[in-house]
């Protein structure tokens, strides 16, 4: 197979980007390590799923396949699906990937449209296939000794299932705490759940109508947001890790992005692209950086580009790094909020927040995964 790698070395990437926020700054060039084309469509949904970074290789898929590169952009292995149309009336495929995978130290971990699969994280190797299919969206989270997906837990070593609760909504996958899974559902509703036993520890009901963060804890709480069907309204809360309900915040729209913590302040961004630290005590804001949503001129509502991007916030020593719905990387002070730099990005945009190693980020394009140095 010809290696979708490509090497752009001392080059930058460059396109239009919007300003982000009311801070006005010059774009900066970005030094492109390396870059990867990944990011195929299945019918008219793209892929906005982050790569999982491992010590030694970087797993990264789209509808279409799943890919395990070397730390310098060369690739490792691949495997390669073609979906075909079941039901055009309804879009109905298979035969693809139906969601992000997960990977650990020994394995990668597929969700086919068959069955959960597991390869060999060296050499692609087929180890097992379960016969029961995660649901679309979710992204699998693996840990040394569980892999969960959509409230249900297999086994890393068959593929079998350890036990199975109400599915989580689809995004960013569950907070895996000490001996503690924490995922949303459709109705708003928080779940933990004992990992080994599969047994409910504790719900919490909110008033909105879906939970599809992946919540944030800092051993005292579990911090984490929600939001209404119409993307307009959103909440951040605390909860107790017994589930008791410490403080709720409303914030400008629908949180579907995981949440982060560094240095005593939670960052939250909303579906508008707005980032909120808070403090974590009593939920008072410490600053906001107003995100730029992009509008559909035609019907008068923000694009779906900004529902299917990640905008999580990414935390490193004293910056903080975010991507907008207009697909612009910023770098933010995390005591100030204040913008440091921006970046430029290709024309159609980053669409995932950053994964940072060392001295490198890792970003998602609709069409690449690319590595660029850190500032």
Partial sequence: MVSRRSFL?????????GLSGCTTLSPSSVDTLWRYQIGRAIG????????????????????????VLETDGAERWSHEYEPTVVDEDTRSYDNYLVTGVGADGKRVYVPEAEGLTAFALDDG?????????????VSLVAS????????????????????DTERL??????????????????????????????EHRWYFDTDDDWIQCRPATDGERIYFGSGTTDLEGGCCYAVTTDGDQQWMRSLDAAVHSALSMADGRLYVAT???????????????????????????????RSLTSMLADFSPTVADDELYVVDPNGTLSVLDTATGERRTRYEAPSNGYRT????????????????????ERP
Avoid: C, M
């Fill in 125 to 137: 190797e087929r180890l097992w296939r379960s016969d029961v299919r995660p649901p679309d969206g």
């Fill in 353 to 372: 927040a950053p994964v940072v190693d060392g001295d490198r980020l890792y970003l998602r394009t609709p069409t690449d995964l690319i590595a660029i």
């Fill in 169 to 198: 909504v689809e995004g960013p996958g569950p907070l895996v705490s000490d001996d503690t899974v924490v995922f949303g559902d459709f109705q708003g509703r928080l779940h933990a759940v004992d990992i080994a036993r599969g």
């Fill in 44 to 67: 008219s949904a793209p892929f906005q799923i982050r790569p999982t970074v491992l010590e030694t290789a970087i797993v990264v898929n789209d509808f279409h396949t799943v890919a």
């Fill in 9 to 17: 070395r001392n080059g930058a990437v460059a396109g239009l980007v």
């Fill in 271 to 301: 579906h508008r692209g707005t980032v909120y630290a808070l403090d974590p005590e009593d939920g008072t804001e410490l600053w906001k950086f107003p995100g730029q949503h992009t509008f559909n001129s035609l019907f008068g509502r």
């Fill in 144 to 163: 040394n000794s569980t892999v969960f997906g959509a409230g249900a837990a297999f086994e890393p070593d068959t593929g079998a299932k350890r036990w």
